[in-house]
């Protein structure tokens, strides 16, 4: 049995050795799944992060492409199913669908996610045995697998790799120029140069030297520029306001349930009420916190508005809206509306990037048969634009839901002139799942990749502070009824991501092209 080593050159050379037998291979990707999701929340054992690839490396050694798929895909399976399990419960908590059906319906969603890592091992396999050097090309290659996964088929960036470092913060810093892609290529790097450490024999070892004095300059340069670098914008304010986050609390089963809509709307007044007394410039609501539609004229409607002039502050909430076709057909959207302290509707943001599964049904040829969850008026349809809304102290840009996991879309709200933004959702789908942890720490790298402070609202939970170098400066309970005024501030630059987008993603896919294409010209050794 042939396996992958380092060449005189850098890349892989073909040697005899020992390779774990069948079944020790299948164990070894299971592990390497199950340490990888213990380094994100809510475990948090960030460590594992730098070594949970190395046991699914180990694995692939000595294998062919197709070989270091079924691994591969294995062990990502083994990930995807324990970062997203809650999507089974979601299901079927919230729908008629019985698990029975809502565990495939998990299974499919995570086999295609598992086929990203199962692509990274076969790939790794394929130039190995074109002797490319697959140390050197394995972060691009994992970089440009994760960027495709933002954006392909599910559209679904959950848990890249470089979140699991949120609370390593010195290192955190990079991705005001890289995006969280920068911090998952150096993890990345790590892993495949510890195993090849730990594979090599003899001299060998020298052939590393590169790899191990390029991981070293990454491991302290980095780090310590980034604490210079926050350590710096610190001191800088361009601007400042006050902010109450009012976390409702609504239970899932009694959100849309006329029975419980005064109840709902009393709730969310006192909490305003209360936290008016802070004299905030801004009160925020989570998403559809009013149970009602707000576009239409009505009592509803206009209690809202009074709520507003009565306080004196700004309101942002989230609300179920409509529009109507040309053909009279009725399309559902995921709506924020920003009410003045007069009493008048200044503007709205309709959701862009929608829920698979919760909004939408991807794959609906094949699923004909599921439902989407959140069954309202109509099918959901994406809003066109990111909307920038003007306060008198600063401008600001809404991630409803979860688009605050998706850096491309968050971009562009700073790009056409946000000093803030404000994430509205309503985490009460997940339950208490490891969801909502996930979901807040991914949100720490948008403050990041943009250098602008990020207030992040959750309907039963986890609503957070988030300063602009990505520390959580206050966070609230699950499944509480609370307010709480915060001041934030933010440092006036645009970062270097803010203004290119992903530039280092888009970078790491041609690399990944370019070794593909110099491989096709090869045969295999």
Known sequence: MATVSLSRNGGPAVAVARHPRRAARAGLAVASGLVLAAAFPPVDLEFLGWVGLVPLLLACRGLGPRAAFAIGFLGGGVFYVAIVYWVAHTISAYSAIPVALAVPILLLMVSVLACYTGAFTASLAWLAERDLPVVWLAPPLWVGLEWLRSWFI????????????????????LAEVTGVYGI??????????????????????RRLVPALVLLTLLMTVVPFAGRRRAAGLAHRSAGHLRVALVQGNVE????WDPAYQ????RRYRDLTRAASAERPDLVVWPETATPFFFQEPGPLRQDILDLAREERAYLLFGSPAYQQTGRGALQELNRAYLVSPDGRELGTYDKIQLVPFGEYVPFQSVLFFVQRLVVAIGDVVPGVDPVVFPLPAGRFGVLICYEDIFPALTRRFVARGADFLVNVTNDAWFGRTSAPYQHLAQATLRAVENRVPLVRVANTG??????????????GPLEEAIQHVDEISWPGVRTFYTRFGDVFAWGCALVTIAALAVGATRRSG
């Open 154 to 173: 599910l559209g679904f960036p959950w848990a890249s790799l470089g979140y699991c470092q949120y609370r390593y913060h010195d290192l955190a810093q």
């Open 252 to 255: 899932q089963d009694h959100k």
């Open 184 to 205: 998952s290529a150096i993890v990345v790097l790590f892993n495949v140069v510890t195993l090849t450490v730990i594979a090599e024999r003899g001299p060998g070892l």
């Open 462 to 475: 986890i609503s957070a502070v988030i300063d602009s170098d990505g520390r959580i400066r206050w966070q």
């Open 262 to 265: 005064d109840e709902t709307l």
